[in-house]
T-cell receptor
Framework: EPEVTQTPSHQVTQMGQEVILRCVPI?????FYWYRQILGQKVEFLVS????????KSEIFDDQFSVERPDGSNFTLKIRSTKLEDSAMYFC????????????FGPGTRLTVL | AQTVTQSQPEMSVQEAETVTLSCTYD???????LFWYKQPPSRQMILVIR??????QNATENRFSVNFQKAAKSFSLKISDSQLGDAAMYFC??????????FGSGTQLTVLP
């Protein structure tokens, strides 16, 4: 069964450093998403991406964040200058164009900012 | 903006018994989808069940079923014959015209042997 994959599973970085989180969505999916979950809190929407551009973004997704689909398979989230409060689990999700809005989640990347 | 509320931060159930998790939501849209996701300690997000708002019939997936009350904006999850593997955090989620998911704060379910 096809699945969304994410790398790395755990990333530790120093405050102020840039990080790139990588995702490989399900191959025939067209819509891609990033969510984050601070430990013990709910999952929050960051950004959606379709047709090589951002379609929606939340107020969390400020100028420090960017997304890219550098090739036909990868979908990346970049944080330019990490802050302590960026420590969270980051989930990538993808969906087909019409499949009940169902999104398939990757296993997540745990980001720790020291 | 849409909001999703889960008023039970924690619930517990005896193995083999039935438990119901509550969820309410607020929206002005008429066409939307509702989901229950399970998050075990691994923190993977696993889809449990989904409901299309235009369908009056409640969704069922094996031991999992929902009670969808559109007028009341209520979407509860019933787990029958609870198993130890059902222990997890459960999130209710809404998806409307904007397509992204809006999650509730979650209910931590403990299954007692």
């Amino acid at each position: 069964e096809p699945e969304v994959t994410q790398t790395p599973s755990h990333q530790v970085t120093q405050m102020g450093q840039e990080v790139i989180l990588r995702c490989v969505p399900i191959s025939n999916h067209l819509y891609f998403y990033w969510y984050r979950q601070i430990l013990g809190q709910k999952v929050e929407f960051l950004v959606s991406f379709y047709n090589n551009e951002i379609s929606e973004k939340s107020e969390i997704f400020d100028d420090q964040f960017s997304v890219e689909r550098p090739d036909g398979s990868n979908f990346t989230l970049k944080i330019r200058s990490t802050k302590l409060e960026d420590s969270a689990m980051y989930f990538c999700a993808s969906r087909d164009w019409a499949l009940f809005n169902e999104q398939f989640f990757g296993p997540g990347t745990r980001l720790t900012v020291l | 903006a849409q909001t999703v509320t889960q008023s039970q931060p924690e619930m517990s159930v005896q193995e083999a018994e039935t438990v119901t998790l509550s969820c309410t939501y607020d929206t002005s849209e008429s066409d939307y989808y509702l989901f229950w996701y399970k998050q075990p300690p691994s923190r993977q997000m696993i889809l449990v069940i989904r409901q299309e708002a235009y369908k009056q019939q409640n969704a069922t997936e094996n031991r999992f079923s929902v009670n969808f009350q559109k007028a009341a904006k209520s979407f509860s999850l019933k787990i029958s014959d609870s198993q130890l593997g059902d222990a997890a955090m459960y999130f209710c989620a809404y998806s409307g015209s904007a397509r992204q998911l809006t999650f509730g704060s979650g209910t931590q379910l403990t299954v007692l042997p």
